[in-house]
């Protein structure tokens, strides 16, 4: 599927964002093995959480739909899957599953798409191993085969911050018959919406910082709402920041302290936004966002501890830093290379097609930024790659540029943001 896009003169109104994906998945995934009934409100229609459901689904639990948003969950005990489990192209599902698998007491397969079978999984493979696991793969990806067993807990140090490896553990300790406590340690804090959602639903798990522990332990279902994706509201505050003219309300957005490392980068930017009506919704942080268009954006560099914060939202943070006066350095950010593409080497090359200074590096990327008063030529097809956040990034990248901006295989954008262009469209 090919889409043009056009520059537009300004963006008003109020939108709600969809849900978080990364809520959503867990959501599912300890509503169907907690015991009790639970009833998940405001979940994502993105095609990879839907692919979480079919997993479950596979394994026994019961799992129906009130209406496209809300769906109503049997939990407790999982079974043997008749056929492989279709991960999709959800790395999330396929790595978090893994945890939950590895400590049953039957075997199982897990598959996914051309994508997700070019993901690396040694990075959930090795520690599930020090658990006692019996699982092998294609060299380090999938298919994964899982033969569940006793597992023990461990003391683990992750070599990188990675909210699905340390879910995945976490999962893996849970388990009733895992022997012991597992201790996680991450060099920099990752997502936690995990630990949250544990401890919500009653598991023996605490956080020191850096170091989570948790115990085997039993969920009791509860109902959970699932909070707005600061993910899927970046882009709409990215164009907002760079559309001339603009001032909207973003509603209903999560505003995990473990996610909102692209309000910081902003504030950094001196770009023009407010938090208001901040509240707590099923343990997580919640507040609606109001966004302007800001004429002096500045440059900054992005590394280290902010990159687990932002690192889904590098690639729109590109399209910001166009509009930047100076130098942005986005640096320790290999992982990139590892996400539905080599995110670093297809964003660079795509973008230099319509005008932005920017230059690839080994782990990260940099933008050379002109302002306010920086063109844009557009005047070029954009590949997508098979990667929905490029598509998305794209697009708002289309709406500042001169001329016509074709991306070609937008339709990926149905993995994450099915009614994305329908939103932006609502604020023209």
């Not at 001032?247 to 692209?262: A, H, L, M």
């Not at 707590?280 to 919640?286: F, H, L, N, Q, Y």
């Not at 794209?394 to 099915?418: D, H, M, R």
Request: charged share 25%.
């Amino acid at each position: 599927m090919i889409k043009t896009v056009s520059k537009i003169k300004n963006l008003k109104g109020e939108i709600t964002i969809p849900a978080d994906k990364s809520v959503s998945h867990r959501a599912v995934m300890l509503a169907s093995i907690a015991g009790g009934c639970s009833r998940i409100t405001n979940f994502s229609d993105g095609a990879d959480c839907h692919s979480t459901v079919k997993v479950f689904k596979q394994l026994g639990a019961e799992i129906s739909f009130v209406d496209n948003k809300t769906l109503l969950i049997k939990g407790g005990q999982i079974m043997k899957p008749k056929e492989p489990l279709d991960a999709g192209n959800s790395g999330t599902t396929m790595r978090l599953v893994s945890g939950i698998l590895a400590g049953q007491d039957f075997e199982s397969i897990i598959i996914g798409d051309e994508s997700l079978s070019k993901r690396p999984m040694k990075r959930i493979i090795e520690p599930l191993k020090l658990m006692g696991a019996d699982i092998s793969s294609m060299d380090g990806k999938a298919p994964l085969y899982i033969r569940g067993c006793g597992l023990h807990g461990i003391e683990y140090e992750a070599p990188i911050a990675s909210a699905q490896v340390k879910s995945c553990v976490l999962l893996a300790g849970l388990n009733r018959s895992t022997k012991g406590v597992t201790h996680y340690k991450e060099i920099y804090p990752s997502r936690n919406h995990t630990e949250l959602m544990l401890e919500y639903l009653g598991a023996n798990i605490k956080t020191d910082g850096t170091i989570t522990i948790v115990e085997p332990s039993r969920l009791q279902a509860k109902d959970i709402d699932v909070i707005g994706d600061i993910s899927s509201a970046a882009f709409f505050i990215v164009a907002g920041l760079i559309v001339e003219g603009s001032d909207f309300v973003i509603k209903n957005v999560g505003i995990n302290p473990t996610r909102t490392g692209i309000l910081d980068i902003i504030k950094r930017m001196n770009g023009n936004i407010q938090i208001i009506n901040e509240r707590k919704v099923s343990g997580e942080d919640v507040a609606d966002i109001r966004v302007k268009y800001s004429e002096e954006l500045k440059s900054c560099e992005i590394s280290g501890a902010d990159i687990p914060r932002l690192i889904d939202e590098l690639p729109i943070i590109a399209v910001l830093a166009s509009r930047a006066e100076g130098e942005t350095i986005v640096k320790d950010a290999h992982d990139l290379r590892n996400k539905e593409t080599d995110r670093i080497s297809c964003l660079v090359k795509e973008l230099q097609k319509i005008g932005v200074d920017i230059f690839e590096q080994k782990d990260g990327f940099v933008v050379h930024g002109g302002g306010a008063k920086c063109k844009l030529s557009g005047d070029a097809e954009l590949q997508t790659y098979h990667d929905h956040r490029l598509a998305m990034s794209f697009y708002i990248a289309g709406l500042i540029c001169e001329k016509e901006v074709a991306i070609n295989g937008f339709e990926w954008i149905n993995i994450s943001f099915p009614n994305f262009e329908q939103l932006v469209e609502s604020l023209i």
